[in-house]
């Protein structure tokens, strides 16, 4: 039980403290409210909105004073008491110990003290920018007013430069001079907000006019007097160029430049009236058009110099190419008689004579077109252009042709040269046959001998047909070729097997008496060898050989210098 009293006791001491400590905290926060409060009536915003004074308190000037003198008034006599009531009332709910009222009091205090400071912000920055305004507008209007004056001398000092465009222009710096008055009574009402939009305003155009001031009387200009010059001009150019001889009535250049006359004194008339930055592009345009005239006309005058120049020059050309394929037509004339032309000779030579007379013929249509006066030099220029580059290809092509044809009689002289060279290949061969003191030749031998003879033989014959058929020949020859280079090597291989049949017996003859196997096989290499069949005696007596005596056939080869075969 008494424990029970001692806890109770305990709850209520923390309780009382618990209460005491909200309490103290509540009493810091009055305090702290307090002293904000305190610091905002101390606050000299009276002598801060006294500033405005410094102005002309009339117009909007006068309103926003009166309107900040009433929300200070206000704040003094209304919203700063409250703040006294609120706070004696959180203190009294704290004596209470009623902690949720008092915060909530305190609360609402200072969302009043927090509005409280954005109002008397808010006056201080609408006074800055008051009075921020009215000094800008002050030292804008200082450099507006020589501003005027500079445009007004710069349209006076040269009013032929401008024509007719001299009474708008003048007429906007009258505009500007009734908005800087404008400015002035505006300042003059206290309306500095206006005042400053307006002086601004001002500001920009004047620096938009004086742009345009300064690039009127160059454009101007070029649309009233230099381009219509340079367009004349231009016309008169044409009209002589026509007396010369020269075509370009195709370009209809006269009924264009007469329209682009006109579009001249069109945006002249208009320019002259109001502003129209279209102008610029119109005389780029133009201008750029003029040029493209001048140098079409100046290639027109190159392409005659160059007709008149190469003309002739290719006439001269054309006929020493006739001539040349005229000694060509002779010489395949002559050529034919004895040799027989493939048929892609024959058509590259009918498609070069082809190509002199489409030359000709273009040749004369150049001609033509000149005496006629019916075609421009530009295109005359491009035909001759194209006549010379064809004309050299015909050229190329021309000598190939002479060369390829050339090559005839040299293909024949050497065809000639090498069956020569063949047939003392088969007497060479046929003489070291005779000569080798073999048993006998194999048939083998004798049948590409008389392979390779009737080959010799095939040329030979091909050689003296007419017309003369150098594929036939070339083909006849590389057959022949191949016979005999066959029998060189078979005649070749056959000496060697031989000789080397010979050494090896010789050889393997110490032992005969020592191995009668060896004499048996020996025996059969002697039989075979007389019977002509070199290679298979070879191969056994070799054998035969290298069983009694391994290694012997290599010291054997290094010793006579002759490879054996494996």
């Not at 945006?267 to 592009?281: A, M, N």
């Not at 054309?318 to 004895?338: A, H, R, S, Y």
């Not at 590259?348 to 002199?356: A, C, P, R, S, T």
């Amino acid at each position: 039980m008494v424990a029970y009293i001692i806890g109770f006791i305990l709850i209520i001491i923390a309780l009382i403290i618990t209460g005491l400590i909200f309490r103290k905290i509540i009493y810091d926060r009055v305090d702290k409210l307090e002293a904000w409060k305190l610091d905002i009536m101390n606050r000299n915003v009276t002598a801060e909105l006294q500033r405005v004074k410094a102005l002309r308190l009339a117009g909007e000037t006068q309103e926003k004073f009166e309107s900040w003198k009433d929300n200070w008034d206000r704040i003094l006599t209304q919203e700063l008491p409250d703040i006294e009531e609120y706070l004696f009332d959180a203190e009294d709910a704290a004596d209470r110990f009623r902690v949720p009222t008092a915060n909530r009091i305190l609360e609402a205090a200072e969302k009043i003290l927090n509005d409280t400071e954005k109002v008397i912000e808010n006056m201080y920055s609408e006074l800055d920018d008051l009075l921020d305004s009215e000094k800008q507008s002050r030292k804008i209007a200082e450099e507006v007013v020589p501003h005027i004056r500079s445009l007004r001398n710069l349209l006076l000092q040269d009013l032929y430069a401008y024509g007719a465009a001299e009474a708008r222009f003048e007429e906007e710096i009258n505009k500007c001079q009734l908005k800087l008055e404008h400015f002035y009574y505006e300042t003059e009402q206290g309306n500095y907000y206006e005042a400053h939009q307006i002086i601004t305003n001002l500001q920009q155009e004047l620096n938009d006019l004086e742009e345009r001031l300064e690039t009127f009387p160059a454009i101007y200009r070029q649309c009233k007097v230099e381009l219509p010059d340079q367009i004349h001009q231009l016309k008169n150019g044409i009209e002589q160029m026509k007396a010369d001889g020269y075509q370009i009535e195709h370009h209809n250049f006269q009924k264009e430049l007469r329209d682009l006359e006109e579009q001249l004194s069109v945006y002249v008339t208009r320019i002259e009236e109001q502003d129209d930055q279209t102008v610029f592009d119109f005389v780029a345009t133009i201008d750029e058009r003029i040029s493209e005239i001048y140098h079409i006309l100046e290639e027109e005058s190159k392409a005659r110099n160059y007709v008149d120049k190469h003309l002739q020059n290719f006439e001269k050309l054309i006929e020493e190419v006739v001539d040349e394929f005229k000694l060509t037509d002779e010489e395949v004339t002559e050529l034919q008689k004895t040799y027989y032309l493939e048929g892609s000779d024959l058509e590259l030579y009918e498609n070069l004579e082809k190509w002199i007379h489409q030359l000709e013929r273009q040749h004369m249509k150049i001609k033509q077109d000149l005496a006629d006066e019916q075609q421009t030099y530009t295109a005359l220029k491009d035909e001759l252009e194209t006549n010379y580059q064809d004309l050299q290809k015909l050229k190329e092509v021309h000598q190939e042709f002479k060369e390829q044809i050339s090559t005839i009689r040299k293909d024949e002289i050497e065809a000639k040269e090498k069956i020569t060279v063949l047939k003392r290949d088969l007497f060479e061969v046929n003489r070291h046959i005779e000569k080798s003191n073999l048993p006998g030749i194999p048939s083998f031998i004798w049948n590409q001998m008389d392979d390779a003879s009737e080959k010799c033989e095939r040329v030979l014959e091909k050689l003296a047909e007419e017309p003369l058929d150098m594929g036939q020949v070339s083909h006849c020859l590389n057959e022949a070729t191949s016979s005999v280079e066959t029998l060189i090597k078979q005649t070749e291989t056959m000496m060697e097997q031989a000789y080397l049949i010979e050494r090896i017996i010789q050889y393997a003859n110490r032992y005969r008496s020592q191995y009668p196997v060896l004499s048996a096989r020996l025996s059969e290499a002697e039989k075979l060898f007389r019977e002509c069949q070199y290679e298979q005696s070879l191969e056994i007596a070799s054998e035969s050989l290298e069983e009694v005596e391994p290694g012997a056939l290599r010291r054997l080869e290094v010793k006579i210098n002759v490879k054996i075969p494996s």
